[in-house]
């Protein structure tokens, strides 16, 4: 089983991936649904790292020089992803990530952790990027700091949805800051894993879940 099985066996085992009749925050009504705020054991978080650790030594196994975590779910998921990369592959990589408001006492400033340098490449670490908002305020934020290349984002799962453009919200992010995105997996992996397929003795995508899944992508899925 390859890393990406396994992490789609992990959060539905973790109660994270679940199927019914959701809503989304932008009104989409959705037959499935990706809630990382269900992760919250010691235990979860030292595999989840393991799973965007697996992710980014595959992808750049050079390359990046620090790891930054929108707050706020960002934010575990960079400390678990850098503690991950020193344990499984030596890469003792620094993290931070940013207050909502910027601190007006002691040292001040919104950064917290490492802070970066000129000409340093960063890693976004995020969740599950819907709109893109929390991306597009870490881009704000970064331009008025130093002098940094935002070279590439994480993320545990596109939803391979339409963002304010006929292609995804990833492709967006791609196509409007050239940076490079890598999901852990996404919905069309989860699908193939799951379809017909039990995970402890239940099958959570039957034929008529997959069904519903792809009309929702047909409706909200990129047009090109």
């Not at 396994?6 to 809630?35: A, C, Q, W």
């Not at 017909?196 to 090109?224: C, F, H, W």
């Amino acid at each position: 089983m390859t890393y990406r099985e396994e992490f789609i066996h992990f959060m539905v085992r973790s109660g994270v991936l679940t199927f019914g009749d959701f809503t989304t925050k932008s009104g989409r009504k959705t037959p499935y649904f990706v809630n990382t705020g269900n992760y919250k054991t010691g235990a979860q978080a030292a595999r989840l790292g393991d799973y965007y650790a697996a992710c980014i030594q595959e992808h750049m196994p050079e390359g990046i020089d620090a790891l930054f975590g929108p707050a706020y779910k960002g934010i575990p998921l960079a400390v678990s992803a850098a503690s991950s990369l020193y344990r499984g592959y030596g890469r003792d990589l620094p993290y931070c990530f940013n207050r909502k408001e910027a601190k007006d006492h002691g040292e001040g400033g919104n950064l917290v952790g490492y802070k970066p340098q000129d000409g340093d490449s960063i890693a976004i670490i995020e969740d599950v990027v819907t709109a893109g908002t929390a991306v597009r305020e870490t881009v704000e934020l970064f331009k008025h700091m130093a002098n940094v290349k935002l070279s590439s984002l994480f993320v545990s799962v596109d939803r391979m949805e339409r963002g304010t453009r006929d292609c995804t919200t990833l492709d967006e992010l791609r196509q409007d800051y050239g940076i490079q995105v890598y999901p852990i997996v996404t919905i069309r992996d989860i699908m193939e894993s799951l379809h017909n397929k039990p995970v402890d003795g239940k099958v959570y995508i039957d034929d008529a879940t997959l069904g519903r899944m792809e009309d929702y992508l047909a409706q909200y899925g990129p047009k090109s």
